[in-house]
């Protein structure tokens, strides 16, 4: 009771205060100015509370309290109202006698907030008695939002935080704007969340919007809006880069599908093939909006489906492991999936805790832990709740018992925790967020695991970085992969990349290469936008807050200047290991020195346990077999020419030697006699064991970059050059059983997409055999073939990515010596290439690199006609040397007639003629380009240029998009760098 007492007295109180605080608040608010209201540009009447008497003068005056009041109007008796105040002029008239209308009102009008001091108070008629103090608010346009940051960039997508701005004194909207960065035209976004309502200011809130294109840069602002105005894009906006689209293949397999077709385009596939992606996407859409899937073939086998998923580069790792888990534990709902059939880009994915193992494997340790953290957590559930339970009739005994148990048990629960932390064995037990990042390959198939090998990775092991040193062909960058292959299998989620592309075999790797591929990196880190200085800093200190130890490799490195000196600032953080042909790159890092084969490796490599290697050399003699690793050098980039040649053609090593001691004497500059004897081997391998045309195929090679070349262009190549169409299966067959090229990648339905990658001395020796007309010969094909293939649509992945592979080979060709030497008409060809390298750097956000390639695609134009004159000459000059040139059979004009159409070039057509052909759509999907008809067509539907107009405008059109595309590379650059 007398608990209820305290309560009633304490809430009688709380009453009582409660109305004599509204009391006190009524009786001083009763003389409190009033408010008045009124919208910028417009008028407000300000009442006045005396009876108008027009026999006394009549003043309206800001009252500023003890600072004094400041009179605006006056009115004298019988006399017109005169305006005392300059600000004021033209604005102020008297209604109702002495009532005051102010026009075109302005911010600084504002009682509260104006700039103008004397305005600050209160507004105040007198005539005779004083009237009412009014407050004069000016409602107007809202003040830019503040804080605007971007927060995340999907492929299609943008989100971003903002603050509210002054709202004006009305209510207030927010809204997400972007336009394209380098164009004029902004865009409202689009989206149910791109506009939030009812903002205050400093409020903070999200804003998301779709965009059209992916890895495309754009300016993102915010505009506030209320009833009366609203603030421009241009008071402030940040830059926002889409990301880019990355795919991986998968391939499911269907048990309860009857195999029909293996075109998904089929009308008899229609049905599963929209069960397959409604599956697909419906499992995965809600954490990644982005996806795109797409049913590439089907296959025997019941059914298998190849699928070609694509999302985000930011995000594809997460949906690769998310789509695994989805199929794994049946989650995909229409089809019935077999959850032990999957691959990944040709691969199993291993699964997060593994069937088998050792005794001495992480996930066997970490089944028997588990339980035990388990059961031990479990212990200490059951005491506590058995103490919770019984603790009002325990004895103090009891007690102390409980407490040793609970104290034990939980003792038992820190050591395992910390046994988890401390070995990498119990890593199930502690969860990292990181996730593998890696473009390492795995070594070559065939590759044999040397004594070199073995003591690069003893070595790579025991230190923080190592340099490994020597010629070409010993061997440096397999036994370089086969560390990184332990390395992987050894550190949780490493992060691992391969800087490797080198220009030539006289030319190593550049500082251009590492930077274009560091920008890569960056993008997998999750790196923002940084300028090229900054980008070697940014990487190492995300690679340095990674929990795991991190291996970066520099392949082929002739300059240490290459390498920038942040990529060596955090050794024990991040590995870092280096191959060269230079015996002192004066690094001061540990190194290795490369000896070669040894006597046994020899033996071991060439006496293989497959039935064809016993059948060739088991009845060798081991004097003829080192005999030969001898004449090599005993590298083994030799030896496995060598081996490949001899399984293919059954021949005798003591033949064989013979041979190529003769091929060899005819190779032409001052090589080492291993080197020559290298040179030989490729070339016998050519000339004797592969197919003419699979041969001439394979030189066009020799001019490209040595890395990801597509067999499509090799093919192509040679089809322009000769009018030979290749049988590419017998190609891809040859190079690779004669060990001549390393070969990626798949066969499709729709597209070939297999690559080769040869090796520097496979190039540098099929140079050594082409004298210079079959250069040209091939050099001008090239050309042809790239302005078909290489161009600027990026809007579609498919369309991209050509782009993207091809622009190493692209720039390869175009570094030739005999680029000089080509005729005029190939001029405007050279031109859209040189721009196209442009464009392309300018999309990698890598501006500095695109600028040389630029200044060349403006210098050709030039070189054709002079662009310093006024605009019509210019222009009439252009018209008239494109006419010259189209006569004298232009390649650039003649290829526009067999351009390649992309997907988005044909979705453009469909909308303008939905009846349009489903040739172009199935051209555009296989990668061919037009054909003379198929243009025809096109003329005559108006959806191109007759040959008259292209002739008269293709010059004009270069020129401008040259310019245009050189002028906009200024938005790539960061900050400071714009000036």
Known sequence: MEVSASASKSTCGVLLTVMVCLILQTSSSAGLPTEVFGDEGGQVDLRCDPVFDDSKRLFWEVVQGTAGNIQILVKEPGKEAETLETRYAGRLTLYDGNSLRISNLNRDDDSVTSTDRDVLGTYRCSQGTAGTELILRVRHGPAPPTDLTVTATKLYSVTVNVKGGKDGLLSQSLCLWYRE??????????????????????????????????????QVCVVAQNRLNSSRCEDAYVPATTDYVATFNTTIRLPNEAFKSSDPNSQQNSGLVSRIVNSVV???????????????QFREGSVLADLKISAGQREIQDVKEDFVSTVRSGRLTGIDVDRNYLYIDNEIPRAEIQDTGSKDDPDIIAKVVTPIAVLAAAAIAAVTAVYLCQRNSRSEGQKH????????????????????????????????????????????????ESVDCKNIVAKADEASSLVVCGSTGSGKTQGVLAYAKKFAGKTANAAMWFFGQSENEENGLSEKIIMEQGKSLAERL?????????????????????????????????????????????????????TTRSSNLD???????????????????LRREDKKSLEIFQGTSNEDLLKLADYFGNFPHGLSLARAYLLKSRTSVESYLRELQERSKNIPGQLKMH??????????????????????????????????IPVSILSKGLEIASGENPNKDDFVTEVEELSLARVEGKKEEWIDGRMISVHQQTQAAILSSLDEQQLQTMTESLIKVFLQYFHKDTRKVQDGYMSSLLLPHVEAVLSLPIISKLPEK????????????????????????????LEKAKEMISSLVPMDGDEESVYQSLVAKGRELHDKGDVYCKGLKTRLLTKGDVEVLESKVPTLSEDFSKAAKMEQPLTEEQHQQLVELGLAYSAEQVRDSFLVELAATI???????????QGQQRV
């Open 181 to 218: 960065e380098g164009t004029g035209e902004w865009k409202k976004g689009k989206g149910q969340n791109s506009c939030g309502n009812e903002v205050k200011e400093g409020q903070e809130i999200t804003l998301e919007s779709t965009l059209p294109t992916s890895n495309t840069t754009y």
């Open 401 to 448: 018992i409980f407490e040793i148990t609970y104290m034990a048990v939980a003792q038992v629960l820190q050591d395992l925790f910390q046994l988890a932390k401390d070995d990498d064995k119990f890593s199930i037990l502690h969860s990292s967020k990181e996730t593998a990042i890696s473009n390492v390959r795995k070594p070559d198939n065939g590759f044999h």
């Open 282 to 296: 419906l499992a995965l859409k809600s954490a990644h909006p982005d996806i795109e899937v797409e049913v590439i």
């Open 587 to 605: 690094l001061n890092l540990p190194d290795y020195k490369m000896k070669g084969f040894e006597e046994k490796d020899v033996l071991q490599f």
């Open 675 to 708: 080197e020559k004897a290298v040179y030989g081997a490729i070339l016998m391998s050519m000339e004797n064991r592969m197919d003419r045309a699979s041969q001439d195929m394979f030189k066009f090679a020799a001019i490209l970059s040595q890395d990801g």
């Open 826 to 853: 190939f001029h405007p060809a050279l031109a859209r290439l040189y721009e196209t390298i442009g464009y392309m750097y300018c999309q990698k956000h890598l501006p500095e690199v695109a600028a040389p390639a």
């Open 526 to 578: 999750g790196v923002g936008k940084v300028s090229p200085e900054e980008l070697p800093n940014s990487i190492m200190a995300s690679l340095c807050s990674r929990e795991s130890l991190s291996l970066l490799i520099f392949d082929d490195v002739t300059d240490p200047n290459a390498i920038p000196p942040a990529y060596l600032s955090a050794l024990d953080k991040v590995k870092v290991i280096i």
């Open 963 to 973: 310019h245009y595309t050189s002028g906009r590379r200024i938005f790539y650059y």
